[in-house]
C-alpha cells in the first residue's frame, strides 16, 4: 500500500485523475490529510464514496502511530516509533513553546563517536509519511509550535524526504507554519555521491528555515576523531558555503559544541573557534555532553564551560550554554537509540 500523507497538491491531483475525480478534489485531499488529519481515506466523507473504495485498494492515509512513550521528570516526552528496530521523536516544552525534535533516518551513518544513534548505525531512511508521523501521533501534536531535525539520522543524508516534509509544514494548504519554527540540524553534507549535489546548498536554496551546524572541535585531526565524516565532509567546505550566504536577516545560523573534558574544552579551541567563526553573524550554543556506555569521553565540568563561553564572547562571537532536557529517559543530545525505555 502507497501512503497518501507526505504528498503534495501535484502528486495528489494525480491521484484524483486516476480515480476519475476533478484535479481540484486534490485541494479537499490536502484538507483531510494535513489540516482535518483523517486516518483513513473512508473518512474522507466529500469525495464519493466509489472512488474512496477504488482508492482504498491502492492506497492508505500511512500514519504510524508511536508504540511507546516516557515522561521525563522535566516534561520532556521521549516517543518510540515501530520503524526498523526503532525511532524516536522528543517533545521539549519550554513556557509557551512545545518543540519536537524529529528523526529523519532510521539509526546514522555519520558515526559521531560521541552519540548512541552513531553508534547504533543506519537502517534506512525514514520516507515523508515515517517523519510527518512523529509530528502528527505525539500527544502534543495539535499544539507543537516548532520542530528541530535534531533526532535520529544526518537530515541531509535524506534530504528530499525532509525537504518534502518541510513544502507540507510550510505550506498554507499544508501545516502554514513559518518556516522560521523549524531548524534544520546537520554535520555539514557538502556533497552526495550518487548526484554530485550539495545537500547543503540545496538546502540553503531550497528552503528558508535555520541552520544549526554540529562543530565541536576547530581543528580538523581532531574533529575527525569526533567525527569520522570530517573526512569526507570537512567543516572548511560546510563554512566556505555558509559564508556565501546572508544571516544578517530573519534566518539564523549557530554552531553546536558540545564541550568534552580535555578533548576540545581549552583556551586553543576557543581561540581557533573564534578566528573561524570572525565576521559571521552566528551564534555558538555550547552543550554539556551526556555520558553514554562504554565511551571514555567525560562531560567538560561547568566552570571550564563558563570559561569557554566568556571566551569566545569576549571575542565577539555570541556564545550560550543550552539547557539540557530529558537526560533522565535517555531524550538528551546524544542519546537516542531507538529502544525506548531501555538502554
Ligand atoms: Fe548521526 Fe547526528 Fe548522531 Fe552524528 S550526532 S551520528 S550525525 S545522529
Redesign the pocket.
Known amino acids: 500500500m502507497e501512503a497518501l500523507l507526505g504528498k503534495n497538491i501535484e502528486d495528489l491531483k494525480a491521484v484524483c485523475v486516476k480515480y476519475g475525480l476533478k484535479p481540484f478534489a486534490a485541494n479537499q485531499m490536502v484538507d483531510w490529510l494535513y489540516r482535518k488529519r483523517v486516518r483513513d481515506i473512508d473518512g474522507m466523507t466529500n469525495l464519493p464514496k466509489a472512488a474512496r473504495e477504488a482508492m482504498m485498494r491502492d492506497y492508505e492515509v500511512g500514519r504510524t502511530a508511536y508504540s511507546d512513550v516516557i515522561s521525563s521528570s522535566d516534561g520532556t516526552r521521549k516517543y518510540l516509533f515501530p520503524f526498523g528496530p526503532g525511532v524516536e521523536a522528543v517533545m521539549i516544552p519550554d513556557k509557551d513553546r512545545s518543540t519536537l525534535c524529529v528523526s529523519s533516518q532510521m539509526g546514522?551513518?555519520?558515526?559521531?563517536r560521541?552519540?548512541m544513534?552513531?553508534r547504533g548505525g543506519w537502517h534506512g531512511n525514514l520516507d515523508p509519511a515515517g517523519i510527518l508521523s512523529q509530528f502528527m501521533e505525539v500527544d502534543e501534536a495539535t499544539v507543537l509550535t516548532n520542530a528541530v531535525f535534531m533526532g535520529?539520522?544526518?537530515p541531509l543524508d535524506n534530504w528530499d524526504s525532509v525537504r518534502r516534509v518541510i513544502d507540507i509544514l510550510t505550506a498554507p494548504w499544508g501545516f502554514a507554519w513559518s518556516p522560521k519554527r523549524i531548524t534544520l540540524?546537520?554535520?555539514g553534507v557538502t556533497s552526495d555521491v550518487r548526484t554530485g549535489e550539495s545537500p547543503l546548498r540545496r538546502f540553503m536554496e531550497e528552503c528558508s528555515c535555520h541552520l544549526a551546524v554540529?562543530l565541536h572541535n576547530p581543528f580538523p585531526e581532531e574533529r575527525a576523531e569526533l567525527?569520522p565524516?570530517e573526512k569526507a565532509f570537512p567543516l572548511e567546505k560546510t563554512l566556505s558555503v555558509l559564508k556565501e550566504y546572508d544571516f544578517s536577516g530573519q534566518r539564523r545560523v549557530s554552531f553546536e559544541y558540545i564541550m568534552f573534558a580535555g578533548i576540545n574544552d581549552d583556551k586553543r579551541h576557543a581561540d581557533a573557534l573564534a578566528r573561524m567563526l570572525r565576521g559571521m553573524e552566528c551564534r555558538v550554543n555550547l552543550i554539556r555532553f551526556h555520558r553514554i556506555p562504554d565511551s571514555p569521553l567525560m562531560p567538560s565540568p561547568l566552570p571550564v564551560i563558563e570559561q569557554f563561553k566568556t571566551r569566545l564572547n569576549n571575542a565577539g562571537v555570541l556564545t550560550t550554554l543550552r539547557a539540557s532536557r530529558g537526560e533522565d529517559i535517555l531524550a538528551a543530545c546524544?542519546m537516542?537509540s531507538g529502544k525506548g525505555k531501555k538502554i
Request: with cysteine.
Open positions: 546514522c551513518r555519520m558515526g559521531c560521541f552519540c544513534t552513531g535520529m539520522g544526518e540540524s546537520t554535520i554540529s567525527m565524516m546524544g537516542l
